[in-house]
C-alpha cells in the first residue's frame, strides 16, 4: 500500500497483481481509507461489464490527483521520531568509556557470560571503570592464571596454611621448615602433658591454652612461696572487701604490741587504761616553767603519774609527755582493735589470738593473701588454689614440676614463634607465642602441616597471583577466591561478566539516549 501510495503521489502508474481476489480487496480497500480511491481502476472482476468498465475508466482519466490532508504535524513527528531513532542507532554503536566496546557488544557479551548468575555475585565495578580494552585483557590473563591455578589446587580455604602470607619459598627451606614444625609439635605436646599434671597435682583442671599453663606455673610459685595458712578463711571476700579495716586491726595489734613491749619495765598494767587527758593538759601547760611546783593542778598530776609507773619518772618533761601520749594512743588503737577483734577472728582462724598474735607472720601472711586474692581477680591464677593452700600437702613434687614448666614455656614461645615467621603468619604480637590457638588446637595445625608440608608451594602461587591481581585493582577477585570451588572457566566467567556488564551500566548511566529508549 505505501509503495502504491508513493507512486501514485509522484504521478507514476502502477499495476498490482494478486493471485486471489481477497488480496486486491484488501490493497484496494487501505487505498481507499487512505483517500486514493480515486487513482485506483479495477481491471478484472467477475462482476464487471463494458458499461461500468467505460465509466469507472472515465472517472480515473478525469479525475484529479489525490489530496491529501494538512500532514505539517505528521511529518514533524515523523521528523523527531527519525532523528531519536538515529541518535540511539548512534548511541548503541559508540565505544563506552575508554575501551572499543559499543553498548551492543558489550550487552551481547553480557548475556553470552551471564550463565544464570546471582547479580549479588558481580564484581565492583568501580576499579574497571577506567580501563581501557589493553588493560582488560591484561588483568584477563592474570584472571585466567588464577582461574587454572585455583583448577588445579583449589582455594586457599581447603589448603592447610589457609593463612599464611608467603611469598617465595625456596626448596632449600623445606627441611628446614620440617624440622621447625616437628621441634614446635615436640615442645607443644611436652608443655600440654606437663601443665596436665602440674594441674592435677594441684587439685586443677588441665590447661586449655598457653596463658592457662602460666596461671597454673603462677599458682605452684604461690603454693610454694606460701606461709603457713592452715586455718584461715581463704575464701572469703573481706580480704579485698574489708582491706582497710583488716590493715587497720594489724596496725593497731602491732602498735599495741610494740608500745606495751617498750613501757613493759616502766609502767604498770593498770597505767594503760586510765583516762590521763587531763594529766598530760598539766604537764603540758606547766611542766616547761621553772615554777611548775608552785602549782597545785601539777603536783596532782605528778602525783598521779608517779603511781602508775615503777620507779621514778623520767627527769625531762619530754619524755615524761611521751609516756602519757603512748598511754592515750594505745587506747585509741584499743578501740580499734576491739572493734575489728571479729574480722581476724573470721580471716585468721586458729591462727588469731587476740593481742597476743605474733603480729610479724600474721602481717606478711595478710600481705601474701592480699596478693593472691588480687591475681585470682585479674585471672593470672586458678580459684582453684584456695583449696589447694588449705589441704596439707607435700611440695617436693610440685617444685620438681614447675621447674620443669618453667623450662618448656620459653621454648614453647621460641619455636611457636619461629614457625609463625616462617609461615608469615598475619599474627598479633601477643599471639606469636601460641599462634593464636589453644594447645589441643596447636598440636593438630602443626601435625597438620607436618603432613601438607608438601602443597605449600601452591598457597605461595595463589598468593603471588592475588598480588597481582590486587595490583590490577581486583582485590574483591581475590576474596572470591579464598574458597572459590568452582569448574575450570568460571572464574574468568565472572571476570567477564562483571567487566561488560559494567560497560552496559555505564553506558545507560551516560547515555540520555539509550535510557530513554
Known amino acids: 500500500t505505501n509503495i502504491i501510495a508513493e507512486c501514485s503521489g509522484a504521478g507514476r502508474k502502477v499495476r498490482f497483481v494478486a493471485e486471489k481476489m481477497a488480496a486486491l480487496d484488501v490493497v484496494k480497500r487501505r487505498l481507499e481509507e487512505c483517500g486514493l480511491a480515486g487513482a485506483v481502476l479495477e481491471?478484472?472482476?467477475?462482476?464487471?461489464?463494458?458499461?461500468?468498465?467505460?465509466?469507472?475508466?472515465g472517472r480515473t482519466l478525469h479525475a484529479e490527483g489525490p489530496r491529501a490532508g494538512r500532514i505539517d504535524d505528521d511529518v514533524a513527528l515523523l521528523t523527531r521520531l527519525r532523528d531519536e531513532l538515529n541518535v540511539y542507532c548512534q548511541a548503541v554503536n559508540t565505544p563506552v568509556g575508554a575501551t572499543q566496546q559499543s553498548f551492543v557488544m558489550a550487552l551481547g557479551k553480557?548475556?553470552?557470560?551471564?550463565?544464570?548468575?546471582?547479580?549479588?555475585?558481580?564484581?565492583?565495578?568501580?576499579?574497571?571503570?577506567?580501563?581501557?580494552?589493553?588493560?582488560?585483557?591484561?588483568?584477563?590473563?592474570?584472571?585466567?592464571?588464577?582461574?587454572?591455578?585455583?583448577?588445579?589446587?583449589?582455594?586457599?580455604?581447603?589448603?592447610?596454611?589457609?593463612?599464611?602470607?608467603?611469598?617465595?619459598?625456596?626448596p632449600t627451606r623445606r627441611d628446614a621448615l620440617a624440622g621447625e614444625l616437628s621441634e614446635a609439635l615436640v615442645v607443644t605436646h611436652r608443655l600440654q602433658t606437663i601443665a596436665r599434671a602440674l594441674a592435677e597435682e594441684m587439685g586443677f583442671a588441665p590447661p586449655a591454652d598457653r596463658s592457662a599453663a602460666i596461671a597454673v606455673a603462677q599458682a605452684a610459685r604461690h603454693v610454694l612461696s606460701a606461709p603457713a595458712l592452715q586455718g584461715f578463711a581463704l575464701d572469703s571476700p573481706d580480704w579485698e572487701a574489708r582491706h582497710a579495716d583488716l590493715q587497720r586491726l594489724l596496725d593497731a595489734g602491732r602498735y599495741l604490741a610494740d608500745v606495751r613491749a617498750r613501757y613493759a619495765n616502766l609502767l604498770i598494767d593498770d597505767a594503760w587504761h586510765q583516762d590521763l587527758a587531763a594529766v598530760r593538759q598539766a604537764w603540758v601547760t606547766r611542766g616547761y616553767s621553772w615554777w611548775r611546783f608552785l602549782s597545785g593542778e601539777f603536783r596532782m598530776a605528778r602525783a598521779r603519774l608517779q603511781g602508775l609507773v615503777r620507779g621514778d619518772l623520767p627527769g625531762d618533761v619530754d619524755s615524761v609527755v611521751g609516756i602519757i601520749d603512748a598511754v592515750l594512743d594505745s587506747q585509741v588503737q584499743r578501740r580499734h582493735f576491739d572493734a575489728l577483734t571479729a574480722l581476724g577472728a573470721t580471716l585468721f582462724g586458729e591462727r588469731?589470738?587476740?593481742?597476743?598474735?605474733?603480729?610479724?607472720?600474721?602481717d606478711a601472711a595478710a600481705a601474701?593473701?592480699?596478693?593472691?586474692?588480687?591475681?585470682?581477680?585479674?585471672?593470672?591464677?586458678?580459684?582453684?588454689?584456695?583449696?589447694?593452700?588449705?589441704?596439707p600437702q607435700g611440695t617436693r613434687g610440685i617444685a620438681d614440676t614447675l621447674a620443669i614448666l618453667e623450662d618448656l614455656l620459653p621454648r614453647h614461645a621460641a619455636a611457636s614463634e619461629l614457625v609463625a615467621r616462617s609461615l608469615a603468619r598475619p599474627l598479633e604480637?601477643?599471639?606469636?607465642?601460641?599462634l593464636g590457638l589453644g594447645l589441643e588446637a596447636q598440636r593438630a595445625m602443626l601435625q597438620r602441616w607436618i603432613d601438607g608440608l608438601p602443597t605449600l608451594d601452591e598457597r605461595v602461587r595463589f598468593n603471588v597471583l592475588a598480588q597481582q591481581l590486587e595490583a590490577?585493582?581486583?582485590?574483591?577477585?581475590?576474596?572470591?577466591?579464598?574458597?572459590?570451588?568452582?569448574?575450570?572457566?568460571?572464574?574468568?566467567?565472572?571476570?567477564?561478566?562483571?567487566?561488560?556488564?559494567?560497560?552496559?551500566e555505564k553506558g545507560y548511566a551516560e547515555s540520555p539516549a539509550i535510557a530513554n529508549f
Not at 478484472?44 to 461500468?52: A, E, I, V
Not at 565495578?125 to 591484561?138: G, H, K, S
Not at 588469731?352 to 600474721?362: K, N, R, T
Open 43 to 57: 481491471l478484472h472482476s467477475h462482476k464487471t461489464n463494458k458499461k461500468l468498465l467505460l465509466e469507472e475508466l
Open 368 to 391: 601474701w593473701v592480699t596478693a593472691l586474692r588480687r591475681d585470682i581477680s585479674a585471672g593470672r591464677v586458678p580459684a582453684g588454689i584456695t583449696a589447694c593452700l588449705a589441704r
Open 472 to 504: 590490577g585493582g581486583l582485590a574483591g577477585l581475590v576474596t572470591h577466591c579464598m574458597a572459590w570451588r568452582e569448574p575450570a572457566g568460571e572464574l574468568t566467567r565472572l571476570f567477564d561478566w562483571s567487566w561488560y556488564t559494567g560497560l552496559v
Open 352 to 362: 588469731w589470738q587476740g593481742e597476743a598474735a605474733d603480729w610479724i607472720a600474721l
Open 110 to 170: 553480557a548475556i553470552e557470560a551471564a550463565g544464570g548468575r546471582d547479580p549479588g555475585a558481580r564484581l565492583a565495578f568501580a576499579p574497571m571503570e577506567a580501563w581501557n580494552d589493553a588493560l582488560f585483557r591484561e588483568r584477563r590473563l592474570a584472571v585466567e592464571a588464577m582461574d587454572r591455578h585455583l583448577a588445579q589446587a583449589g582455594p586457599p580455604a581447603d589448603s592447610p596454611f589457609p593463612q599464611t602470607a608467603l611469598m617465595a619459598f625456596p
Open 429 to 434: 604480637a601477643a599471639e606469636l607465642q601460641d
